[in-house]
C-alpha cells in the first residue's frame, strides 16, 4: 500500500512524510518497507514483539473507559529516530517477534473481552503507521467483532492512509513531542507540521488524547509550552494532555527531568486547558479527573488504578457539566 513504483526498480514510498526513495534491495528509514525487485514489501506484517492486558490508561487515555483494559500489541521499527527514546530496543533495535494473524489477534483480544473489561485492542509500544497493512486489518476485524481500536502514535502519517485507517479507530493517543520544528529534525528526524495535520484530523474523527515527553533544556521553555497549549485550546481545550517525564535512555544522557518543571507545564496549561496529567512521576493531584465547572473530582486514580467515580453517564455526577470522557467509567481498585 501507498507506494509509488520509479525507473530502474526503485520505488517511492508514501505512507509517512519520510517519503523514502528505496533502492532494490534496500528498506527505508523505518527498516519495516523494503523493495524487493521494484515492489514495496512490509517486513514486520503480523510480527508482534510485545502483547499485554494493560490498563487502559497506561497507553495513556484517561478518558477513554476509565478503568478498563485494552488488548496491547506491538511490532519493530519507527519511523521517527527520537534520541531519547524510551522503546528502542524495539523502536531500533533486533527484538525477537512471534507471528500472529490479525484473525488469531482479535481472537485473543475477544477472549480476554469474554473474561473481563477489556475493551477492544491498541496498537503501541512502537510506532503502529509503519504497520499499517497488518493494523488496518486488524482494526477492521476487531470492528466487526464489537472491540475497540485504540492507536498510540506519533502522528507522522500522510494523509491518504491516515484517512483510509480513521473509521475504524475510537480512540489516538498522539505523541507531540515539541512545539519546534527544529526539535523535531535534530531529535527525532521529522518535522513538526505533519503531526500537527494528523491531530488536527483526527479530533474530528475519533477521541484523542495528547502526549508530551518533556526534555530538561530541549521542549521545557515555559514560551514553548504556551505556544503548544494555546494551539490545542483553539482545537477544543478539553483535549486530555498528558506531560509526561524524561528518563536517560538511548543515545541521550541528560539527567531527568526535574519534578517541579513538569508542575509548572501542568500550570501553564491549566490557565487555558481543562484537563491536565502528569506522567512518570509521583503527583496524585496530577492524577485524578476534575469537572472543569465546579471542580469536583470525578475520576481518582492511584496510579492506573480508578479509585472513586462521581459520573452520571459523561456529566460531572456534581453539577452536570457534560465532560470529554469516551464510555463508561468503573471502579478496579
Same mark, same amino acid.
Given at each position: %500500500? ?6 530502474d526498480r526503485?520505488?517511492a ?7 523514502c ?12 518497507r +523494503? &523493495? ?11 510480527e ?11 497507553k ?13 500489541v506491538?511490532?519493530?521499527?519507527? &519511523? /521517527? @529516530? ?9 523502536? @531500533? $533495535?533486533?527484538? #525477537?517477534?512471534?507471528?500472529?494473524t ?11 473481552a469474554?473474561?473481563? *473489561? ?7 509500544? !512502537?510506532e ?10 486488524a482494526?477492521?476485524l ?24 480513521l473509521?475504524?479507530?475510537?480512540? %489516538?493517543?498522539i505523541?507531540? +513531542?515539541?512545539? +519546534?520544528? =527544529?526539535?523535531?529534525? +535534530?531529535v ?11 491531530v ?14 518533556i ?6 521553555? *515555559? ?5 503548544l497549549? =494555546?494551539?490545542?485550546a483553539?482545537? &477544543?481545550?478539553?483535549?486530555?494532555? @498528558? ?8 543515545r %541521550?544522557?541528560? #539527567? ?15 490557565e ?5 496529567y502528569? $506522567?512518570n512521576?509521583?503527583a #496524585?493531584?496530577? =492524577?485524578?479527573t476534575?469537572? *472543569?465547572?465546579?471542580? !469536583?473530582?470525578?475520576?481518582?486514580? /492511584?496510579?492506573?488504578?480508578v479509585c ?8 460531572? $455526577? ?11 467509567a468503573?471502579?478496579?481498585?
Open positions: %500500500m501507498f507506494y509509488a513504483r520509479e525507473a526503485k520505488v514510498c508514501r505512507l509517512c512524510p519520510q517519503h526513495f528505496i533502492t532494490p534491495g534496500k528498506a527505508g528509514i523505518c527498516r519495516q +523494503k &523493495n524487493v525487485d521494484g515492489t514495496l514489501y512490509t517486513l514486520n506484517y503480523g508482534i514483539s510485545s502483547a499485554a492486558l494493560d490498563p487502559v490508561e497506561k495513556p487515555l484517561y478518558h477513554f473507559y476509565p478503568g478498563h483494559t485494552i488488548f496491547s506491538g511490532t519493530v521499527g519507527c &519511523n /521517527l @529516530h527520537c534520541k531519547f527514546c524510551q522503546n528502542w530496543e524495539i523502536a @531500533h $533495535g533486533d527484538a #525477537p517477534t512471534t507471528t500472529v490479525p484473525e488469531e489477534l482479535v481472537r485473543l483480544a475477544k477472549k480476554e469474554a473474561r473481563g *473489561p477489556c475493551v477492544g485492542i491498541a496498537y503501541t509500544y !512502537n503502529p503507521s509503519i504497520w499499517y497493512e497488518y493494523v488496518y486489518e482494526a477492521v476487531a470492528r466487526e467483532a464489537g472491540l475497540k481500536n485504540a492507536l498510540v502514535t506519533n502522528g507522522f502519517i500522510e494523509e491518504e492512509p491516515l484517512e483510509k485507517l473509521p475504524y479507530i475510537d480512540a %489516538m493517543n505523541d507531540v +513531542k515539541a512545539f +519546534k520544528d =527544529d526539535y523535531y529534525r +535534530k527525532c528526524a521529522g518535522r513538526l507540521e505533519p503531526v500537527l495535520r494528523t488536527e484530523r483526527a479530533i474530528a474523527r475519533c477521541h484523542v488524547e495528547l502526549t508530551t515527553l526534555v530538561t533544556g530541549l521542549n521545557d521553555d *515555559p514560551s514553548e509550552i504556551r505556544e497549549v =494555546d494551539w490545542i483553539r482545537l &477544543n481545550p478539553a483535549i486530555p494532555v @498528558h506531560f509526561s517525564r524524561y528518563f536517560p535512555r538511548y %541521550m544522557d541528560a #539527567p531527568p527531568t526535574p519534578e517541579e518543571t513538569l508542575r509548572q507545564a501542568r500550570a501553564i496549561a491549566l487555558k486547558l481543562h484537563f491536565v502528569l $506522567g512521576i509521583h #496524585p493531584e496530577a =492524577d485524578d476534575y469537572c *472543569p465547572r465546579c471542580r !469536583n473530582t470525578v475520576i481518582e486514580r /492511584l496510579g492506573y488504578l472513586a467515580v462521581n459520573l452520571d453517564g459523561n456529566r460531572c $455526577g456534581n453539577c452536570g457539566q457534560p465532560l470529554n470522557i469516551v464510555g463508561t468503573r471502579v478496579n481498585w
